[in-house]
């Protein structure tokens, strides 16, 4: 079994749970509050800035031109098409792009940027994407079922939502998920490791699939600090969404 298919089957269980959340069938359903879809974009612009910085660190650790050619597209993908993703919930919000972004991450935001941050500290090429993985999978996966369960009708507002990321699923050309362009880096990389060290990246790729399902509930129940009563923060350090 190559270690993608490994990954995959390991993580599924957690997919089918992130099926399930009440964020994605909102989406699915085309109905969510402007609270949950605002605190989402306000976390999802820190988390890929964040993601960005790993992509920029996976380049710069690849030696192969096929993998360099993978991350850049990755990096291109996040700069120029996901800021659209934004843009449809932020419509749907009633509210500007721009006002949400450059405020402080929520609890989850940061755990979930800091467990791929720590492996470009200490881990090598297979560390970083494994961490990194879940993030396109997971996207691909939902967009892929939600256009499967025939939700990307014209009356759901989240339709070009669901399109952009069923289009990374690339259905047309018949691939398995086990082909999307980050699991074929890890396939090219794990010969060269132990069992022992696939544990730890299969554990990090686990992790990271654990911390989606945990964006997700974020945001629809907006999770952020409760600081202890007394407690004064400093201006301009909250987070509008309201
Ligand atoms: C938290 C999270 N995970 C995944 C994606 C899809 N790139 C995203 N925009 N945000």
Redesign the pocket.
């Known amino acids: 079994m190559s270690f993608s298919t490994e990954l995959i089957e390991a993580g599924t269980p957690i997919l089918d749970h992130i099926m399930e959340h009440p964020f994605v069938k909102g989406i699915g359903a085309g109905q969510l509050s402007k609270e949950a879809l605002m605190f989402y974009v306000t976390q999802?612009f820190n988390?890929?800035n964040e993601?960005l910085h790993a992509d920029a660190v996976a380049l710069l650790k690849s030696t192969s031109r096929e993998d360099m050619q993978i991350i850049d597209n990755q990096l291109d993908f996040?700069l120029s098409s996901?800021s659209e993703?934004h843009k449809n919930f932020c419509e749907v919000a009633g509210t500007s792009y721009k006002s949400l972004q450059g405020q402080p991450m929520a609890p989850t935001t940061k755990l979930?940027t800091n467990h791929m941050l720590e492996t470009l500290k200490a881990g090598d090429l297979i560390d970083i994407i494994a961490a990194m993985t879940p993030?396109?999978w997971?996207?691909a996966e939902i967009g892929k079922k939600l256009v499967e369960q025939g939700k990307n009708t014209p009356d759901n507002v989240f339709t070009p939502w669901i399109e952009l990321?069923a289009d990374t699923a690339d259905e047309d050309s018949g691939e398995t998920p086990e082909q999307l362009p980050l699991f074929e880096i890890l396939d090219r990389e794990a010969p060269k490791y132990s069992r022992q060290r696939l544990n730890q990246a299969k554990r990090s790729f686990l992790e990271s699939c654990e911390f989606?399902w945990d964006?997700w509930e974020q945001a629809y129940y907006q999770k952020d600090w409760q600081f202890l009563p007394g407690v004064k923060l400093p201006v301009g350090t909250t987070v509008k969404t309201k």
Do not use: G
């Open positions: 999802d988390y890929l993601f996040l996901e993703a979930y993030c396109p997971t996207y990321y989606e964006f």
